[in-house]
């Protein structure tokens, strides 16, 4: 790999907002994502929620591993999300989304044929 830029490690991050509410994100420049979000150019959630504070992150493996990790922070309800920021451990695997039905795609019986 003959880059100019060295890689920098993905995490996932949670910030705090002005008016308390938390907001989750991934990126591979964590610094230079908080100062984008601090000057009003990160996400629109954020932009009219200044100043935002990093209350809490953790590296991840590779983009897809950041990207679930932030997946399963917004799926955790905002109490789990500061019992999270409080204790500063790791959260918990992601948990299952919600399904259509309890019987899995694979599990249904065949249709009918027409």
């Known amino acids: 790999m003959a880059t100019g830029t060295p890689r920098r490690a993905w995490c996932a991050y949670l910030l705090r907002c002005r008016d308390g ?17 601090s000057a009003g150019r990160g ?25 679930r990790l932030e997946a399963a922070l917004k799926r955790l309800s905002r109490a789990e999300k500061l019992a ?15 399904r259509r039905s309890g019987v899995r795609a694979s599990a249904r019986s065949p249709r009918p044929p027409r």
């Open 21 to 37: 509410t938390l907001y989750a994100g991934a990126t591979n420049d964590l610094a230079a994502r908080v100062a984008r979000h």
């Open 43 to 67: 996400a629109r959630y954020t932009r009219s929620r200044l100043p935002v504070e990093l209350v809490w992150s953790r590296p991840a493996r590779g983009r897809g591993g950041a990207l």
């Open 84 to 98: 999270l920021i409080a204790d500063g451990c790791p959260p918990p695997r992601a948990r299952p989304g919600r």
